[in-house]
């Protein structure tokens, strides 16, 4: 390396101080730490090789072909795929969502020509934002079916009363993000087949770690009537960011999510997934952590997590003024203000969520939401486990009870949306910038505002605000 080498490297660094640390269990969302440094370096290496490559064409680059084809056999075998399965390997979980929607959609289409109205997806309110955004994207109408607020769990009846000759596709989380809970997926998927729409299972989250579960209900390709599955390699599957698989049962609703062109003078166009031009990075980190894992080292570091996630968990049950939420099936909780003791006894779990991360961990707010029954989803702070957590059990266990000490009875709008706008609304440009250069956010003051805006207020405001933390300074072009 020259010495200017060295100073752009060491600008990144500069750039880097400020970002939550990736390793270590310190950050209980966004970042899924195997705890196995010689898996990240061989990642690194793999994705090294192909930096140049285009995943574009994998006749001109069949190394993109076998690395594909060796994820898809693999993802396959632990989702249970009957004979026939086929799919794609994305960037991520919205791209795979994106094309199952967008498969549905066009079957729905297809088998009814002439018919003008607008088709459906039709999902439980805990299901992921990702399908909002790809109903958004394609035209398609989301219908979101209310959980019961106080476990999160879907009533499948409740689900089946909405699916009609509208509906394109349905959903069921395995588990749901938000906490961590497992929708009844047989009976979804049986209502689905009984009407003839797809089903699609999304274990973004749970497709690499609930395999080896133990006491799992069936909830995969092993399930009739489920049509599709989402697993994100960039998750369990412990890949760096930028690899999702989509795995769909039948090779004819598969074929939709392709685009093929030959209606231009440029080369032939056939894309399986929405880039053109990618990365084959992603792909051969992913490949190379697969193949290293295989099923044996997926089920050792999954043992673990159960374990890890029983004892966090024994810990939340034991701060007086939160509880877990329902009945979570994976490593993911949600802990909610405890509304069965008095109120100075409760605990805020925004408020507790700060108190934690001056301890050292991050813990990912969640702000309350009002279903389409107008009944109201209370406000959490979510926790993801993961593997490195085995490392930190103890200070994690310490910062969880003494923020709780910290901030219990501190009232901030328990559990509730507050009724009306806040008089004043804060300028998100100030605010982004107030961010950028103290590097904090006080995030229950923005999630207590989005639970107080109507819904397109509160999502322009976010729009704002990262518009302008993103931006270039002002003098810098
Ligand atoms: C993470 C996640 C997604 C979206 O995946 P991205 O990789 O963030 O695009 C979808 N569904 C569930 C349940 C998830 O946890």
């Known amino acids: 390396m020259t010495e200017h080498d060295e100073q752009v490297l060491s600008l990144l660094d500069t750039y880097r101080a400020h970002d939550a640390p990736t390793h270590g269990g310190r ?7 195997s705890g196995l ?32 084809a060796d994820l898809l ?38 088998s009814r020509p002439g018919d003008g109205r607008t088709p459906r997806v039709v999902a439980p309110s805990t299901a992921h934002a990702a399908f909002h955004k790809a109903a958004h994207y394609l035209g398609l109408e989301m219908v979101t079916v209310p959980v019961d607020p106080r476990t999160g769990t879907l009533e499948a009846d409740r689900l089946a009363d909405h699916l009609d000759d509208a509906t394109a596709l349905t959903v069921a989380s395995a588990p749901a993000y938000p906490h961590g809970v497992l929708d009844p997926v047989e009976e979804i998927a049986a209502a689905a087949a009984g009407r ?50 989509l795995l769909v049962a039948d090779p004819a609703l598969d074929r939709a999510r392709y685009y093929a062109l030959t209606d ?66 994976g490593p993911l909780l949600a802990v909610g203000t405890d509304p069965d003791v008095p109120e100075p006894e409760r605990v805020d779990p925004h408020a507790w969520a700060q108190a934690v991360a001056a301890r050292g961990f991050v813990l990912q707010g969640q702000p309350a939401l009002t279903q389409a029954d107008g009944t109201v989803l209370p406000r959490t702070t979510h926790l993801t486990l993961t593997p490195a957590s085995a490392g930190v059990l103890g200070e994690l266990g310490a910062a969880l009870r003494a923020g709780a000490d910290d901030v219990r009875g501190r009232a901030l709008g328990l559990g509730a949306a507050p009724a009306g706008a806040p008089a004043e609304l804060p300028d998100p440009v100030a605010l982004a910038q107030a961010a950028r250069e103290s590097g904090e956010l ?36």
């Open 37 to 68: 440094a010689e898996l990240d370096a061989l990642a690194g290496r793999a994705a090294a090789r192909v930096q140049a490559v285009n995943g574009l064409d994998p006749t001109t680059f069949p190394s993109v072909a076998l690395m594909q």
């Open 27 to 33: 950050v209980l969302s966004y970042v899924y730490d």
């Open 196 to 245: 003839g729409i797809p089903c699609h299972v999304d274990a973004c989250v749970g497709g690499f770690v609930l395999p080896w579960w133990e006491g799992t209900p069936p909830w995969d390709l092993a399930v009739a009537g489920v049509t599709s599955i989402s697993a994100d390699l960039h998750k369990f599957g412990y890949a760096p960011k930028g690899a999702s698989v």
């Open 442 to 477: 006080d995030l229950p003051a923005v999630l207590a505002l989005i639970e107080a805006l109507p819904r397109e207020q509160s999502a322009r405001l976010l729009v704002d605000f990262l518009a302008a933390f993103t931006a270039p300074p002002a003098g810098r072009a």
């Open 264 to 329: 231009w003078p440029g080369y032939p166009v056939v894309n399986p997934t929405v880039l053109g031009s990618r990365s084959a990075m992603s792909l051969a980190a992913a490949w190379a952590v697969v193949t290293r894992l295989g099923t044996q080292g997926y089920a050792e570091l999954t043992a673990g997590l159960v374990g890890v996630t029983a004892t966090v968990r024994q810990v939340v049950d034991g701060i007086p003024g939160l509880r877990v939420v329902g009945r979570p099936t």
């Open 73 to 110: 056999a693999f993802a396959r075998e632990v989702l249970h795929g009957p004979p026939g399965t086929s799919g794609a390997v994305t960037s991520g979980g919205t791209e795979s969502i994106m094309l199952a929607v967008l498969a549905a959609r066009d079957r729905w289409r297809e």
